[in-house]
């Protein structure tokens, strides 16, 4: 289940049923005050760099590294949902990861983030 948008609520709830071995447990990785709004931040969890992307009220977490090269995507614009690599111009949707454009037909690997106590945690595969 993805779900990038910084409310709370039952698809951002962090996971504690039987069945859920299954999925990624989350992680804080970032306080809210450090992601000033239209600001972003790279932060590894794990082995992957976590990109996050802050617009309005809404975070958005997701791989930085884009599918087209497998360049990072820190410092590409975010504009209207979606964000453009700054290398050859791929335009991902900012909640389904799906791109927008025809540079490439992979998608970018998108997290669920929960915000509480002005922390960000995010959800990592
Ligand atoms: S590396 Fe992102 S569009 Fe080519």
Redesign the pocket.
């Known amino acids: 289940m993805q779900s990038p948008a910084g409310k709370s609520g039952p698809d951002s709830a962090p996971d504690s049923g039987p069945d859920s071995s299954s999925k990624p447990a989350f992680v804080g990785i970032a306080k809210l005050a450090d992601l000033p709004e239209g600001q972003q931040l790279s932060v590894y969890v794990g082995l992957k760099k976590v990109l996050l992307c802050r617009a309005g009220d809404r975070v958005f977490a997701m791989r930085d590294m884009?599918?087209?090269?497998?360049?990072p995507?820190l410092g590409s614009k975010v504009e209207n949902g979606v964000i453009k690599?700054?290398?050859?111009?791929?335009t991902f949707d900012l909640v389904s990861g799906r791109p927008t454009n025809g540079?490439?037909n992979a998608a970018l690997e998108i997290y669920a983030v929960n915000l509480r106590d002005e922390s960000i945690a995010v959800a990592v595969r």
């Open positions: 884009c599918p087209h090269a497998l360049q995507l690599c700054q290398k050859h111009g791929a540079v490439t």
